[in-house]
């Protein structure tokens, strides 16, 4: 009908040369009847497919560089079908490759219905859990939580407790100092909350009061210039030894079990009279001898005594009409003890692998 032209796709040399052997109509009937039945398996045979077609030396240009070879006459119709052409393998091209890109992306998709990745959230620090488990315990017995500063006045560090500026038992604790007012300290214990609260709430008191504390120690396995302690204290008409002894005893065997023995020995805090340390029997060999309890059988746990009549008045309490009990026990000490944990450092080292032996424990 039209020119005779056939092709011959040479691919090594990514060029195709024509020849005329058949009709022009007829060439591009066969050629898109391989358009259309043309089925990539991968993005590389559509690339082949496009250079084959549209490519700078492809099918689509040489049948349209034939058209000058076209009889005026029949050019007009001869574009048509050429542009026809040319428009179906650039429709099949772009279609498959929206296909492939497609394809591409929806391996990038995510998948909704697939679970999250779980975030890890860490635990408790055992220092936290420890003081929990003191809080809990007293709060079972109408305690409630009290907290103060960690940088205090010198009033409510030393002198309300019967430590005057002279007094040597400032001594016993080697304090920081704050440079910019010398009336300012980092707190050396937590029975500073108890003077906070001695002097702010209504009587009676049942308070306990954890909370970070600091001493001007060189850091050791056994020291620490900061560490944690929680502080108790009881006032009311008739409060006795006895009550402390009682409150104390329910501690231990609520914290270390019930065969935990408990005894009280005589000592010095000028903030009670008379004052204690109590020890327990010891929790890793049950009073044979071991290295926590330096082969004695006993660990010491806590200090405490009945609050220091000049105490209660320094807060405006009648110690005619009010006694009360207090005591202070380190958080670190009671950590300890629990969960033979034998170097302070590690509470504050942050190594997961230490931390981690906790999980799960409240
Ligand atoms: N504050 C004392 C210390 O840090 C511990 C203490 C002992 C607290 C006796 C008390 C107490 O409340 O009654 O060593």
Redesign the pocket.
Known sequence: MLCSINYLHNKSQQSFYLCAMSTLNEQIQVLTAEINAFVPQNAAELEDFRIKFLGTKGLVKSLLGEMKNVPVDQKKEAGQMLNAFKQTAEAKYEALQNEFAGADASANKIDLSLPGTPTSIGTRHPLRVVENQIVSIFEKIGFSVATGPEIEDDWHNFTSLNMPPDHTARDM?DTFYVAQNPDWVLR??T?ST?ARVMETQELPIRVICPGRVYRNETISARAHCFFH?C?GLYIDKNVSFADLKQTLYYFVTEMFGENTKVRFRPSY?P??EP?AEMDISCTVCGGKGCNLCKHSGWVEIL???MVHPNMLKNFGIDPEIYTGF???MGVERITQIKYQVNDLRLYSQNDVRFLRQFQGIY
């Open positions: 604790q050396t214990h029975s108890q302690q502080e805090f903030f009670t004052s200090g405490c005594g207090a005591f202070g």
